[in-house]
Each structure stands twice: as structure tokens, then as C-alpha cells.
């Protein structure tokens, strides 16, 4: 056993070879006490418009900080909450909290779009549209300024089912993303059928940008096949000028990245938008 942190008086440990003491099964558990006390947050990320540079709308994306082991990224317990089934609670608070934070600054008088990732487990409740027609009418929020992220990878699962969810999904008048899209198994039969909005180009393609022509040219045809398709697209993961630069000549309508703002809490993006006095 290895000893990982020693709180007041504790210690926690964990061992990758007994199942009952691995990582994975304490961040479980964890994170069931972190859901139960209201301990995990939202941060938001910038969108921006490629040819103003305003801000167009905010990516809402879950923060864990654990009490011992520090900062956990999503990337290592959404696919445990997914797992356990722990996604739908965080999913139906993440939704929630998201759009209770949109219609604020709806209410400030701007027209702040706001993303919200939904996992596959989510949008194959039987009840997804009731649950989020719901939150909109609880929150008052304005439907299309909520749009909802899914990935190539839920959406081909079943498709006739997630083609028809979709469809009911759109009819409340909220906008649908494909996220990290490049990185699934994409269908072009799919993306002309699926009710879609927005093409999110994955951070993958945008990092190699600079490195060679086709890199260029690959991300340049994702643009013209969103235009082709009536979508917007959007590239994630813009680090450096020089990658802007290349994205605003071909035409990639949105950007979102580090370069334009990380996520950060709701009270930056007031200040961004001049929401508070900055001090
Ligand atoms: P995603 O939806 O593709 O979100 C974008 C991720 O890229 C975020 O990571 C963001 O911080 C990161 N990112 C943005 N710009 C840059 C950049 O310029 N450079 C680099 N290196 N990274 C950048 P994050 O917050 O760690 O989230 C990772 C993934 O976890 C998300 O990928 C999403 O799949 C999932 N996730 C996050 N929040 C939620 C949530 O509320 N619900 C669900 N179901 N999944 C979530
Ligand atoms: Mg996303
Ligand atoms: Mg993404
Ligand atoms: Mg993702």
C-alpha cells in the first residue's frame, strides 16, 4: 500500500492492485461526498468572434477541487462519474448552475451564449428534453442562449434514437455542438442528418496548424464543409497568435482557447464584459 496523503489524524491510501483501494474507487466515492456537499464548481471559457474578437458565448466546464489530493481534472473523473452513473447528477446540476449564470448576464443586458458538455448517459435518459425544458423554465433562461455539446461518439451510439432526441431537443429552441469533432468516427451521413449547428474543431488540429500545410489545408476543408452544411464551427484549443491568425484567413468563424482567456470563474467573465467595477 502507498500511503497518498495523511489528513488530521488519517490516512487515505490507495493500491492499484486491490480494487477496493485503487484511485478510481476513491475519487468515487469522493466524489459522491463532493456532489452531496455542493463542493464542485463551474468555471467558463471564452468563445470569441474570429473577425471582432467579441465575446460571443462561454464554455461552462466542471471544476473538482479535492480536499487532500488538490485540483482533479474532468478528464479523469467525468469518465468515473460516467461509469458509476454520477454523471447524471453532475450533468443535471452543471445544466442548472449554467444556465441560472447565462440568464444573469442575459439580465445584465448582454447576449452571452453559454456551452454546456453533455455526456452520452445523459442525453440517453429517457427524460433529457422534460429535464431540460425544465431548467430552462425554472432559470428563464432564453433557449438559444443555451447550446448543448455532444460528441461524435454519443451521437453515433444509437442514432436513430439520438437523431430523434436531438430533433425534440431543438424544438425548445436551444443550438447543438459537435465537440472535438475530428477526433470520433464521423459519418458524413450523420452530420448532413443530425440536426447540428456548430462544428467545435478540436484542439488536436488547431495545435498542428503551424506545423505543416495539411494540417492547414485538413482544417480548412472542416470549415468549408460546416459552410457547405449551414453550421458554424468554431476551433478549440487556440494557443498563439500565429494559429489565430491562420484560423481568421480561412474563415473559421469562432476560437476559443487559452489564448482568448482558460476558464475561470463566473465573476472574471463579469468583468470582461464590464459587469462589475474591475478594482
Ligand atoms: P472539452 O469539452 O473538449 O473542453 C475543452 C477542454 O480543453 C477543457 O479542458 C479546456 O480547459 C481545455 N482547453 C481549452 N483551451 C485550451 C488551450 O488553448 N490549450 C489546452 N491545452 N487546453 C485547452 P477541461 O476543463 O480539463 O475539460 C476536459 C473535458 O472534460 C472536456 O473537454 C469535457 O469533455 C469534459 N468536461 C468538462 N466539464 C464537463 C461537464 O460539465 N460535463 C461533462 N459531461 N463533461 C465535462
Ligand atoms: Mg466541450
Ligand atoms: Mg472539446
Ligand atoms: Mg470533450
Not at 445544466?95 to 441560472?100: F, I, N, P, T
Not at 429552441?173 to 452530420?191: E, K, R
Not at 460546416?226 to 491568425?245: D, K
Request: hydrophobic content about 40%; glycine content about 8%; proline content about 5%.
Amino acid at each position: 500500500y502507498q500511503v497518498k496523503y495523511g489528513g488530521k489524524g488519517h490516512h487515505r491510501m490507495y493500491c492499484e492492485t486491490d480494487p477496493a483501494f485503487s484511485r478510481k474507487f476513491i475519487l468515487e466515492q469522493d466524489l459522491g461526498q463532493a456532489i452531496e456537499e455542493n463542493r464542485l464548481l463551474l468555471h467558463y471559457q471564452p468563445q470569441i468572434d474570429s473577425a471582432s474578437g467579441q465575446l460571443k458565448g462561454v464554455e461552462a466546464l466542471i471544476r473538482w477541487n479535492h480536499p487532500t489530493f488538490g485540483p482533479i481534472s474532468p478528464v479523469e473523473f467525468i469518465p468515473i462519474a460516467e461509469e458509476s452513473g454520477q454523471i447524471l447528477t453532475i450533468g443535471a446540476w452543471v445544466l442548472k448552475q449554467a444556465c441560472r449564470q447565462a440568464k444573469q448576464w442575459s439580465d445584465a443586458g448582454t447576449s452571452i451564449k453559454v456551452g454546456v458538455n453533455l455526456s452520452p448517459r445523459q442525453l440517453h435518459q429517457p427524460d433529457i428534453v422534460g429535464q431540460i425544458a425544465g431548467v430552462l423554465r425554472e432559470t428563464g433562461l432564453a433557449p438559444e442562449l443555451l447550446d448543448l455539446e455532444i460528441t461524435e461518439s454519443a451521437a453515433l451510439e444509437q442514432p436513430e434514437l439520438v437523431l430523434s432526441r436531438l430533433s425534440e431537443l431543438k424544438q425548445l429552441g436551444l443550438t447543438i455542438s459537435i465537440d472535438d469533432f475530428g477526433t470520433g468516427y464521423s459519418s458524413l451521413s450523420y452530420l448532413e442528418s443530425f440536426p447540428i449547428d456548430k462544428l467545435k474543431i478540436a484542439r488536436q488540429f488547431t495545435s498542428k496548424l503551424e506545423n505543416r500545410q495539411v494540417n492547414r489545408k485538413i482544417v480548412s476543408h472542416i470549415i468549408d464543409l460546416a459552410r457547405t452544411l449551414e453550421m458554424s464551427v468554431i476551433a478549440e484549443g487556440v494557443e498563439s497568435e500565429n494559429q489565430a491568425e491562420i484560423l481568421r484567413s480561412i474563415e473559421c468563424v469562432e476560437m476559443q482557447g487559452f489564448l482568448f482567456g482558460r476558464p475561470v470563474p463566473a465573476s472574471d467573465i463579469d468583468r470582461l464584459l464590464s459587469l462589475t467595477p474591475s478594482e
